[in-house]
Nanobody, 120 residues
Framework: QVQLVESGGGLVQAGGSLRLSCAAS????????MGWYRQAPGKQRELVAV???????NYADSVKGRFTISRDNAKNTVHLQMNSLKPEDTAVYYC??????????????WGQGTQVTVSS
């Protein structure tokens, strides 16, 4: 059974940094894409950043220039370096992974979430 386990959340002051990590277990394949989503209270879950197996990245406009996503395909891990954090970055951050099989079956996996709180 595939599991995604996040770590690295916490409380930080505005302007500070945090590094989130997500490790996948129970798999023998690599994911086509891994990424991070977040959900603030009363808001919908939104994409923060995504990275493909080949290293292509995409970021939400709100985090461009402040957050950096990276992954280790061999270890099936993905990281999110968050710098210059703002109070509006406060949310539960979820790791996400997607895989498409050779017969075009699509699978999506989610971590349990990790809280990031940025104080002003």
């Amino acid at each position: 059974q595939v599991q995604l386990v996040e770590s690295g959340g916490g409380l930080v002051q505005a302007g500070g940094s945090l590094r989130l990590s997500c490790a996948a277990s129970g798999i023998i394949f690599s994911f086509d894409a891994m990424g991070w989503y977040r959900q603030a209270p009363g808001k919908q879950r939104e994409l923060v950043a995504v990275i493909t197996r080949g290293g292509s990245t995409n970021y939400a406009d709100s985090v461009k220039g402040r957050f950096t996503i990276s992954r280790d395909n061999a270890k099936n891990t993905v990281h999110l370096q968050m710098n210059s954090l703002k109070p509006e970055d406060t949310a539960v951050y979820y790791c996400n992974a997607k895989r498409t099989t050779m017969i075009l079956e699509e699978y999506e996996y989610w971590g349990q979430g990790t809280q990031v709180t940025v104080s002003s």
